[in-house]
């Protein structure tokens, strides 16, 4: 036996000893509480229970940055086209022979396509922000603030912002109450007794923008307050939408409305510390928490959050890099129970703003906010928005069937109402349509129970139906085809050319093997025609033993190596049905080698760990998770860079990632962390996770 060999089986052995050994779980969390000690509106730290979150600035409110967004805030603004939605003219695209008729083109109808892009969208509710006055009597700048010392502790889900103004100490506690998602407050300062600190709460009107808030127009929207003791109750009015709010205090304090929308608390004198919760709902709230009684339920809840579900601790390791990889993962799982473990799929920027799509969310991005909760044991936090995709299925049914095809096609960009937005891309996307599958697959691991089944059964089965469906026999190779016109994951080819992309083969492959196997758990019959396309759906492209992109794309490896490198999907993301291992891993090695990885996404990064891992090339899974590029970068908040900020799929993406290599895959090593380097270097101690597919 060589000495290497005998290296690496104490390496393993030493790893296999480490992992059965329980994780401190609060020294691991508690190491990377966030820390700051500037104002910044790229580093917001935030709180919340993932159907409302709060960004809260240096200052522990909204003084000068940050939002309040929720799952259920949208807003429509009156559609400036007569016939409304109804009016769009559809661009057709010839499909075999057939005209497909698509919501991608805006030509004679901006103004109507821009309206359905942009509404309904998702809306600032609000913003509380304190009201200091100098000596001089203005009221303070971002400058003014000074000495800051800002903690978001993980553990409990509070963060204490500490600050001087003209070297007066400022002290605030921020949680969110987790049941209710009240934002409370605690602030503590000789500012109070001198009169020179207040606090501000305003309403905008909605906007399609990043902030989702209106402040110009005070006449477009309503806020009504009725007031009782030590508590104001508000009702907001904005075109069709209605929703609620509270606040409430302890002790004395002065109230006022100082403008339209914009109201005051001024507290009492005889004081040093302020208490006070707001709340926002979008039916009236009878009991609103007292604040001590919410910090304890956050702490109660953020405990209970790290101690549930799995944990990976990366301490033991010598490479200088554990800790940054450990922060990542630590930070992320924070930041997505707060933004997007709520009733509906995440937009890419979670509850943070609107980005770039106006707060709505993508379908083919939902799998990477949400599907590593089935490899962490947190199934029930992704659970919460998977019953939307049962309410959409009829009118997914009728996109469809306005196509010529059966069964249902999800949209892609789409707000809470399922009505697919117009683009010139997103219409043409099809890599969603097996999402649903996969997760009904992650749940049957978890659950595999009757229930499960009943549960998914219809959506499997529409789906799967639209995918054979959508798949065209073309005669003169005897093979099913899919495309044109298509648009493939990486976007960056003519949709009126695009067919066979490797990516969108295999995963029709992996959908449609699952729901016939989802047919026989249910005891019924395999679908002849889904056979039919399994067996004879085109083999993925390839050139000089590796994969392409697509079918009509030889120089994938050398003007196409840009944007999402999609076809290394197929080895990581999924199984791998219809690949060649050899094949596979020649594709990712050159890959990792030639594409051009400051012109790609953040979750692009985590892609290439899956897939390097799940092929043997553990060393390359740490250097993608890692990778220098500033589209890679995640900041001291554990916000990503990768795409509009913030961007939370890369968040997602590193979660599913480093499960998968410290817990494994279906035909893994039988070895620990098998996705991770075996030199010694990396000593991963993980429990709870669950392998992946």
């Known amino acids: 036996m060589s000495m290497k060999t005998i290296i690496t089986a104490i390496c393993l052995m030493s790893s296999i000893l480490c992992s059965a050994k329980q994780i401190d779980r609060e020294a ?42 929720s799952q259920w805030g949208w807003h429509s603004v009156p559609c400036p086209v007569e016939g409304g939605r109804a009016a769009l003219k559809l661009e ?100 109070i007794e001198a009169g020179r600190l207040q606090v501000e709460w305003a309403f905008p009107y909605g906007h399609h923008g990043v902030t989702g808030a209106e402040w110009t127009k005070p006449d477009a929207h309503q806020t009504t307050a009725a007031r009782s003791k030590h508590r104001i109750d508000f009702v907001r009015q904005l075109d069709a939408t209605t929703y609620h709010a509270a606040w409430s205090w302890e002790g004395g304090a002065i109230f006022d409305e100082t403008a339209p929308h914009t109201f005051v608390l001024t507290p009492n004198r005889k004081a040093t510390t302020f208490r006070f919760v707001a709340h926002y709902a979008q039916q009236k709230t009878a009991q609103l928490p007292m604040v001590k009684a919410a910090l304890q339920a956050s702490k109660k809840h953020w405990t209970a959050f790290w101690q549930s579900g799995g944990a990976i601790d990366l301490s033991g390791s010598s490479d200088a890099r554990w800790k940054e990889l450990e922060r990542r993962i630590v930070l992320s799982q924070y930041l997505l129970a707060v933004n997007e473990a709520g ?41 919460r928005s998977l019953g939307w995709y049962r309410d959409i299925l009829p009118k997914a049914k009728e996109l469809a069937q306005s196509q010529g095809f059966t069964g249902a096609r ?17 219409p043409l996307l099809i890599w969603q349509q097996p999402h649903p599958i996969f997760y009904a697959e992650l749940e049957y691991r978890l659950n595999p129970a009757k229930a499960t089944l009943e549960k998914w059964r219809d959506i499997v089965q529409e789906s799967a139906e639209f995918m054979a469906s959508f798949a065209f026999f073309d005669e003169a190779t005897q093979h099913y085809v899919l495309g044109p016109p298509l648009a493939t994951v990486s976007e960056n080819s003519n949709y009126r050319q695009s067919w066979n992309p490797t990516f969108e083969l295999s995963y029709w492959r992996t959908g449609l093997r699952w729901a016939q196997t989802w047919r026989e758990r249910l005891g019924l019959p395999r679908e002849p025609k889904w056979d039919d396309v399994l067996r004879k759906l085109a083999p993925l492209p390839q050139q000089d033993g590796v994969y392409l992109s697509q079918e009509n794309m030889p120089d994938t490896y050398t003007n196409m190596n840009w944007e999402h490198p ?24 050159k890959v990792w080698a030639t594409w051009i990885w400051d012109k790609c996404w953040g979750w692009d990064f985590p892609m290439m760990a899956m897939a390097a891992a799940k ?61 991770f380097p075996s030199d010694g270097a990396w000593v991963v101690r993980s429990e709870g996770l669950v392998p992946a597919p």
């Open 615 to 675: 092929n043997g090339r553990p060393d390359i899974a740490i250097d993608a998770l890692l990778h220098p590029s500033f589209k890679n970068a995640i900041n001291k908040a554990g916000l990503s860079t990768g795409g509009p900020f913030p961007y939370f799929p890369t968040n997602g993406g590193i979660l599913y990632a480093v499960a998968l290599m410290a817990a494994g895959w279906d035909g893994a090593p039988a070895q620990s962390a098998p996705g």
């Open 28 to 69: 691991l969390v508690k190491r990377h509480t966030v820390h700051l000690d500037k104002l910044s509106d790229s580093e917001l730290l935030q709180v919340g229970n993932g159907e409302i979150a709060f960004g809260i600035d240096a200052t522990g409110l909204q003084t000068f940055y940050g939002n309040t967004m």
């Open 92 to 191: 057709e695209f010839d499909f075999h022979g057939r005209k497909l008729p698509y919501r991608s083109s805006s030509e004679g109808q901006k103004e109507l396509f821009a309206w359905m892009r942009e509404n309904p969208h998702r809306i600032c509710l609000g913003r509380l922000r304190f009201l200091i006055k100098m000596n001089d009597g203005r009221f303070i700048a971002p400058s003014d603030v000074g000495d800051i010392r800002q903690t978001l502790d993980l553990w409990s889900g509070i963060i204490e912002s500490r600050y001087t103004i003209e070297g007066i100490p400022v002290r605030v506690e921020t949680c969110v109450e987790p049941a209710t998602g009240t934002l409370s407050v605690q602030v503590a300062s000789p500012l």
């Open 410 to 426: 999800m949209p892609k960009m789409t707000g809470p109402e399922a009505e697919d937005s117009p683009s010139g891309t997103g």
């Open 343 to 383: 009733s509906l799929p995440p937009q890419e920027s979670g509850l943070f703003n609107n980005s770039g799509w106006y707060g709505k969310f993508h379908l083919e991005m939902h799998w990477w906010h949400g599907a590593h909760y089935g490899l962490w044991g947190r199934w029930q936090m992704m659970d």
């Open 566 to 589: 999609s076809l290394i999907g197929v080895g990581g993301m999924l199984p791998g049905d219809g690949t060649d291992p050899i094949v596979v891993k020649k594709t990712v090695e």
